[in-house]
């Protein structure tokens, strides 16, 4: 068996973006097994365990990952996971790999790929709500799919906010306030919200939005009403309604299900689409299995290894 310390160094951020949007096509397909998230809450956060395989990649395995908030006063990163790799045929163990950078870089291309086919155009003023490392991950890696012109950010810390948009290497990058970070062609959102950020009055019509930060029940960053007036589509539904932007809407009746326009995986293999440039759409991402064995992949063909004895 291979332990892989620094899985995440090294990686060609693009091919990041192509594998997991073949993947995203394997789930819109019906070629993966995935079943949802299981959540163990902890006193201070939780943990959530991701099981998968993925035939066409022929690579099966679970993901560990914890969210605790209050980590980075310990000198702790908030988000840290260990994937373990099995071997198809035998069910045998055969790498473990730390996880915690590429927790992070799994998620910046989901919100790549759902910018890449749901924004209304090429060229694009970006906006940025949060200035953790999610939010760097999603600005390098659809800054791959399109062309960022401008990137605005907004952290309720502006000196965080200031730090994060110099060490950007996007054309124009500035520190402004969350209205006019919404005034923008593409929203990410990446915080861990349990009341709404984003007003409906602050969302204009064309816009495409990648509400990341709604990870567990009870979290949510937008406004309901956005909602009502978006196309929505979610990474896999079942996780979308258990603990997604549209989680906290849902059980308050304030989203129906039905509503759910259809899934990322189904937008890359052209079942589902944008209808009109004037549409405003929401790409509900909270993070699949199948992302974490894709890059799982690279990381294993690319990354330095040590052997470690199993059996």
Request: aromatic share 6%.
């Amino acid at each position: 068996m291979k332990y892989y310390p620094d899985a995440d160094k090294g990686l060609d951020i693009a091919l990041v973006n192509r594998e997991v949007e073949s993947a995203f096509a394997d789930h819109g397909n019906d070629r993966v097994q995935m079943p949802p998230k299981v959540y163990v809450t902890l006193p201070t956060g939780d943990f959530r365990t991701m099981p998968a395989y993925l035939p066409s990649l022929d690579i099966a395995g679970v993901k560990i990952v914890n969210v605790h908030p209050e980590n980075p006063a310990k000198g702790l990163p908030t988000v840290m996971a260990l994937t373990i790799i099995l071997e198809t045929t035998t069910g045998q163990p055969v790498a473990v790999l730390n996880a915690t950078g590429l927790t992070d870089m799994r998620t910046g291309p989901a919100g790549a790929i759902a910018a890449k086919y749901l924004a209304p155009k090429k060229d694009c003023v970006l906006g940025i709500i949060g200035t953790g490392r999610q939010a760097e991950a999603q600005v390098r890696a659809i800054a791959r799919e399109l062309t960022v012109s401008e990137v605005r950010v907004w952290s309720r810390n502006q000196i965080h906010a200031e730090a994060f948009a110099s060490r950007l290497d996007t054309p124009d990058n500035r520190s402004v306030s969350i209205e006019r970070t919404c005034d923008c062609d593409i929203l990410v959102t990446t915080t861990p919200s349990r009341s709404p950020l984003i007003q409906n009055e602050w969302i204009h019509e064309g816009m495409h939005i990648n509400a990341i930060g709604a990870d567990a029940p009870g979290k949510q960053e937008l406004d309901p009403e956005i909602l009502h007036r978006a196309r929505v589509f979610v990474d896999d539904p079942a996780q979308a309604f258990h603990s997604g932007e549209i989680n906290v809407p849902i059980s308050k009746g304030l989203f129906q299900t039905w509503m759910i326009a259809g899934t990322l995986g189904e937008v890359v293999i052209g079942k589902r689409r944008r209808e009109r440039p004037d549409e405003i759409t929401v790409f509900d991402s909270t993070g699949l299995a199948i992302q974490d064995l894709a890059i799982a992949k690279i990381a294993m063909q690319q990354g330095k290894a040590i052997d470690l004895p199993f059996l």
